[in-house]
Nanobody, 125 residues
Framework: HVQLVESGGGSVQTGGSLALSCVAAKLTYSSNCMAWFRQSPGKEREGVAAIASDGSIDYADSVKGRLTISRDNAKNTLYLQMSNLQPEDAAMYYC????????????????????WGQGTQVTVS
């Protein structure tokens, strides 16, 4: 089955940058939606950014202009470049993939993804 492994989390100061990666091992569906979610203690998991295999992208309003999502289909890898990080960005970040034709705007408000990673922690102080 598909396995998602995130990496790149860490601790940064306010205004700093981080780059997250997520490798989707054994992903055979060429048409899919990939997304980043985050969850901090006591809060619900929220969609941050999503990208479809056709290249369409959507972002949560709170991260527009600061986070950039991208994907390398040949490597089955999802990326999230984060800049100007703020304390409210601190959370566990999860990648998710779904092959059922979800659009990117649907993805941000949708937790019913087929596969999830284990998460990578981002701390901002």
């Amino acid at each position: 089955h598909v396995q998602l492994v995130e990496s790149g989390g860490g601790s940064v100061q306010t205004g700093g940058s981080l780059a997250l990666s997520c490798v989707a091992a054994k992903l055979t569906y060429s048409s899919n939606c990939m997304a980043w979610f985050r969850q901090s203690p006591g809060k619900e998991r929220e969609g941050v950014a999503a990208i479809a295999s056709d290249g369409s992208i959507d972002y949560a309003d709170s991260v527009k202009g600061r986070l950039t999502i991208s994907r390398d289909n040949a490597k089955n890898t999802l990326y999230l470049q984060m800049s100007n990080l703020q304390p409210e960005d601190a959370a566990m970040y999860y990648c998710a993939v779904d092959p059922r034709g979800m659009t990117t705007d649907q993805a941000l408000g949708h937790l019913d993804f087929a596969w999830w990673g284990q998460g990578t922690q981002v701390t901002v102080s």
